[in-house]
């Protein structure tokens, strides 16, 4: 079981910047953030290794967010830049059993989830 507790979420205005945090009771092999906002599916954002040696986004999101994590403090970072009010939703933080190694780059296999921070851009 891994415990995933997300915080940074807030509202801003079109153009501004969040740092979302998630700190996780275990560090997996590949752990990510996802997105789900009103009336759609749940979306891979942004996913990265343990060795921080490869990092994956969502087209949508390309150059405007970066995943980062501190081993150390077993905490995932999600920082995001030039947001839209496209990019409102709930954000989670999610991790894969330990053990498993999943590849980062489909954003598949995720089993646990944290309970999400919301995001509110407004234009």
């Known amino acids: 079981q891994v415990q995933l507790v997300e915080s940074g979420g807030g509202s801003v205005q079109a153009g501004g910047s969040l740092r979302l945090s998630c700190t996780a009771s275990a560090i997996t092999f590949c752990m990510g953030w996802f997105r789900q906002a009103p009336g759609k599916e749940r979306e891979g954002v942004a996913a990265?290794?343990?060795?921080?040696?490869?990092?994956y986004y969502a087209d949508s999101v390309k150059g405007r967010f970066t995943v980062s994590r501190d081993n150390a403090k077993n905490i995932l970072y999600l920082q995001m830049n030039g947001l839209t009010s496209g990019d409102t939703a709930m954000y989670y933080c999610?991790?894969?059993?330990?053990?498993?190694?999943?590849?980062?780059?489909?954003?598949?296999?995720?089993?646990?989830y944290g309970q999400g921070t919301q995001v509110t851009v407004s234009s």
């Open positions: 990265l290794y343990v060795d921080n040696s490869n990092t």
């Open positions: 999610a991790a894969h059993v330990p053990g498993d190694r999943w590849s980062c780059s489909n954003f598949q296999g995720y089993a646990y």
